[in-house]
């Protein structure tokens, strides 16, 4: 074994390749099978790389366009999303996501639905001042009414679950929709994680991830990503990220990879709580709605269950009595956490409203529920406990 296959660990997958997801965050991305080889990749801490110019140079050169520690971990994205291509890491998911964006041309036109990250919303209304970018807002539950928004357009941007009000978008029918029309489809997929949703098989052109959040799973890591089985925009999305310098650390990308390991057992474990929290908080004296995928009575559940494996972790609740009902309910957590994000092994709670960009049409009384992995009774008990000081 010579200098560079010790370190090229994520190119050729010494694994069978018809493995079901559960197996694949734990068998991609490993270094070859050889004796005394690690069998976790190591971290290569370099800012250039020798024989740059040089006869039978290779392709890494420089720090800024690639590293063999980000290699295992797009690899192994790669192959959980179903793209052709290995992924793109970048340093945060707002920096994958500017990538993204960075498909629509100056003066072009975006689709974005009107209830998406708060981050997202900021960076289209950013573009929209600075570039002459138009923003067409959607509500991605109906359909045929986005359909109509794609004519003209250049990029159609989905959610689904949206953040933070989890409805369900036909990811298939609109990525159908926006090829026929030529738009390009990406798809942010961070709250189902490819465990739950892989976009590219339902037609998407590009797929979005905060790896910070259930991927890199314990609240101790920012990292982006992006994965696409189109080699022209590969290529446009590498130059985007080599030019702008949102690259990703080696330690980042590395406790990503770490985390992806548990990513399968920490989702089904959440997953199968957020389900029955949903369930008791639907009968909750203090709770005036709740929405939740995997609740039968959701108005976004068959669709979820036609292009879900699963319904995630995710669950948004309003709180009778308004916006002071919901801050004392915060306060009086004592297990979860009131912080924001989500996908970690803790169980969080947030009133999305308090950040100042978040869409009016968010209900201020609304909380959103990351649920951790913690005993689903625990969580309980503070919930219900927490949620009598607000009636």
């Not at 009968?283 to 959701?298: F, I, K, N, Q, T």
């Not at 009086?332 to 994000?341: E, G, K």
Request: charge should be negative.
């Amino acid at each position: 074994m010579d200098w560079r296959e010790v370190y090229d660990l994520g190119m050729a997958p010494s694994h069978p390749q018809d493995l079901a997801p559960d197996t694949v965050v734990v068998a991609a991305g490993r270094p070859p099978r050889e004796v005394d080889a690690p069998v976790n990749p190591p971290i290569v801490l370099s800012s250039t790389f020798f024989g740059a110019g040089t006869p039978g140079a290779g392709e890494r050169v420089y720090g800024r366009f690639s590293n063999p520690t980000w290699d295992p971990l797009e690899d192994a994205l790669a192959q959980l999303e179903s793209a052709a291509l290995p992924g793109l890491v970048y340093a945060s998911g707002m920096a994958a996501v500017a990538s993204a964006m960075s498909l629509v041309p100056l003066g072009g036109t975006i689709v974005v639905p009107r209830h998406s990250y708060n981050g997202s919303l900021s960076l289209v209304a950013d573009l929209e001042k600075r570039a002459g970018i138009t923003v067409r807002l959607a509500d991605v539950e109906d359909t045929d009414a986005t359909v109509a928004l794609l004519d003209g357009a250049d990029l159609l941007w989905l959610e689904s679950p949206t953040n933070p009000m989890l409805e369900v978008a036909d990811v298939r029918a609109l990525a159908a929709a926006a090829r026929a029309a030529g738009v390009l489809c990406v798809v942010d997929n961070t709250f189902s994680t490819p465990l739950l949703q892989r976009p590219l098989e339902l037609g998407a052109d590009v797929v979005v991830h905060s790896a910070t959040k259930y991927m890199g799973g314990h609240s101790d890591v920012v990292l982006g990503a992006v994965l696409t089985s189109d080699a022209d925009l590969r290529a446009r999305l590498h130059g985007h990220r080599s030019l702008h310098g949102a690259i990703a650390g080696p330690f980042e990308a590395w406790l990503t990879l770490r985390g992806l390991r548990t990513m399968a057992l920490r989702v089904e474990r959440s997953q199968a709580s957020a389900g029955e929290l949903a369930r008791r908080l639907s009968a909750h004296p203090a709770v005036e709605s709740v929405r939740y995928p995997g609740l039968e009575s959701d108005p976004g559940h068959a669709r979820a269950a036609a292009q879900m494996d699963g319904f995630g972790s995710i669950v948004a609740i309003t709180v009778a009595g308004g916006e002071a009902a919901a801050e004392a309910a915060l306060a009086a957590l004592r297990l979860w956490t009131p912080a924001t994000s989500l996908g970690g092994v803790e169980s969080l709670a947030e009133r999305r409203r308090r950040h100042p960009g978040e869409p009016d049409s968010v209900p201020a009384n609304l909380i959103r529920l990351s649920v951790g992995i913690e005993n689903v009774e625990d969580l309980w008990k503070d919930l219900d406990a927490a949620l009598g000081t607000a009636r």
